[in-house]
């Protein structure tokens, strides 16, 4: 009920922001699980599409962001995000069975298999929790590329800015594997990040952001 109230002001808000530019959105599936799989480019990439798309959809969101500004606490809490350590390995695994109880349940989840923010507006190489999950539930999983979220809320930013912002949804991908599998993993991922790629338009580099991030000398 909370996430409808805050959802009858978000979304016409964002309409209003942002006057965004959705495409695909026939291919969100009415009722059963999907994966929504996104570039990552504004701490807002996870409030847009629960704040459109007609159903709900919870997304994955770091730590920080439940204890940041009160933005970003509003951000996450309106789609009733899955907070994740990055640090931690374990806590990581549990967010992804959380999420595979969604899915099973026939819920929507969306993830941005980057694991960070672009540092540059690149697509980055995705990590492969994306796989885990599309291998382990069966779910589909709709490649999502954002556009425009870096200058609608730069990082750093506090208050956001009146842009246009595009929203393009892939077809369902279906694949086959065991989630037990790295090699299975690591092919499927490389697999939705090709989607993401072709719908997105981005440049891709074969390396984490995270590593980009922290040595960004050699990127």
Do not use: C
């Not at 599409?49 to 606490?73: D, I, M």
């Not at 989840?109 to 190489?125: N, Q, V």
């Not at 779910?139 to 590329?145: E, I, N």
């Amino acid at each position: 009920m909370l996430y409808e109230m805050v959802k009858f002001v978000a979304a016409p808000t964002a309409h209003v922001l942002w006057r965004p530019h959705i495409s695909g959105a026939a291919n969100v599936p009415a009722k059963g699980p999907g994966i929504l799989a996104a570039n990552h480019l504004s701490i807002i990439d996870s409030f847009l599409l629960p704040a459109l798309l007609p159903r709900h959809v919870t997304f994955t969101a770091k730590n920080e962001y439940f204890n940041g500004n009160p933005l970003s606490q509003f951000f996450m809490r309106l789609g009733g995000s899955l907070p994740i350590d990055r640090e931690s390995a374990g806590a990581a695994q549990a967010m992804l069975d959380g999420a595979a109880e969604l899915l099973e349940s026939g819920e929507l989840f969306g993830i941005h298999p980057e694991g960070t923010r672009s540092p540059d507006g690149r697509l980055y190489r995705g990590k492969v929790g994306v796989a885990w999950l599309a291998l382990k539930t069966g779910a589909p999983v709709l490649p999502v590329a954002l556009s425009g979220t870096d200058r609608a809320m730069p990082a750093g930013s506090k208050l956001p800015r009146p842009v246009t912002i595009g929203i393009k949804i892939g077809e369902p991908l279906h694949f086959e594997g065991e989630h037990t599998s790295a090699r299975d993993r690591r092919r499927v991922t490389d697999e939705i990040m090709a989607a993401i790629q072709k719908l997105s338009g981005q440049e891709y580099v074969a390396q984490y952001a995270t590593s980009v991030k922290a040595n960004p000398d050699k990127s």
